[in-house]
T-cell receptor, first 111, second 115 residues
Framework: SQWGEENLQALSIQEGEDVTMNCSYK?????VQWYRQKSGKGPAQLIL?????REKRSGRLRATLDTSSQSSSLSITGTLATDTAVYFC???????????FGSGTQLTVMP | NSKVIQTPRYLVKGQGQKAKMRCIPE?????VFWYQQNKNNEFKFLIN????????QIDMTEKRFSAECPSNSPCSLEIQSSEAGDSALYLC?????????????FGEGSRLIVV
């Protein structure tokens, strides 16, 4: 992606393992969102983290945001086969109406 | 389950044909977005609206693409003369406000195949 990148394009793990996906971006933002897109479906937001939070948890998900390094991560603990999907980080430049998506990480969780 | 409804789910068009897709945003969401997602899962922003007004659009949209969000009717995205490179998943999303701190709710998309 012209605007950002995610460090790993594809991950394949066993059910029960933990996984972390990383995202870096090149434009200033104070909010990063993580979306999951399952096969044949549209993206669905998983978690939204703001710069004043640094870390946010939701169930088995944990997101971090480091605005100084312009990076974010999404961790999933105790993965399930149903977590198999493409995961995207997304952000918007200040004052923009356009949400920019990273290139995505294909996560495959094998039962 | 998605509350943003996109139709049709699939459409197959010949080169040069028109292709039209529709979107009903989630009730009460005034902001609507259209994205193009290619086979590599890359997103390209096309256009967005607040109520019936265009907020932002890319150059590509101004040429062969047209879109509108009339009041009391579905939003639509139309490609006037389809090209092979237009083959993609077209995603519609809606939100309550702008993008910075707000969730976008996506439909399941309309997959266009140009043969």
């Amino acid at each position: 992606s012209q605007w950002g990148e995610e460090n790993l394009q594809a991950l394949s793990i066993q059910e029960g393992e933990d996984v972390t996906m990383n995202c870096s971006y090149k434009t200033y933002t104070t909010v990063v969102q993580w979306y999951r897109q399952k096969s044949g479906k549209g993206p669905a937001q998983l978690i939204l983290i703001r710069s004043n939070e640094r870390e946010k948890r939701s169930g088995r998900l944990r997101a971090t945001l480091d605005t100084s390094s312009q990076s974010s991560s999404l961790s999933i603990t105790g993965t399930l086969a149903t977590d198999t999907a493409v995961y995207f980080c997304a952000w918007a430049s200040s004052g923009s109406w356009q949400l920019i998506f990273g290139s995505g990480t294909q996560l495959t969780v094998m039962p | 389950n998605s509350k943003v409804i996109q139709t049709p789910r699939y459409l197959v068009k010949g080169q040069g044909q028109k292709a039209k897709m529709r979107c009903i945003p989630e009730k009460g969401h005034p902001v609507v977005f259209w994205y193009q997602q290619n086979k590599n899962n890359e997103f390209k922003f096309l256009i967005n609206f607040q109520n019936q007004e265009v907020l932002q659009q890319i150059d590509m949209t101004e040429k062969r693409f047209s879109a509108e969000c009339p009041s009391n009717s579905p939003c639509s995205l139309e490609i006037q003369s389809s090209e092979a490179g237009d083959s993609a998943l077209y995603l519609c999303a809606s939100s309550l406000e702008g993008v910075s701190g707000n969730t976008l709710y996506f439909g399941e998309g309309s997959r266009l195949i140009v043969v």
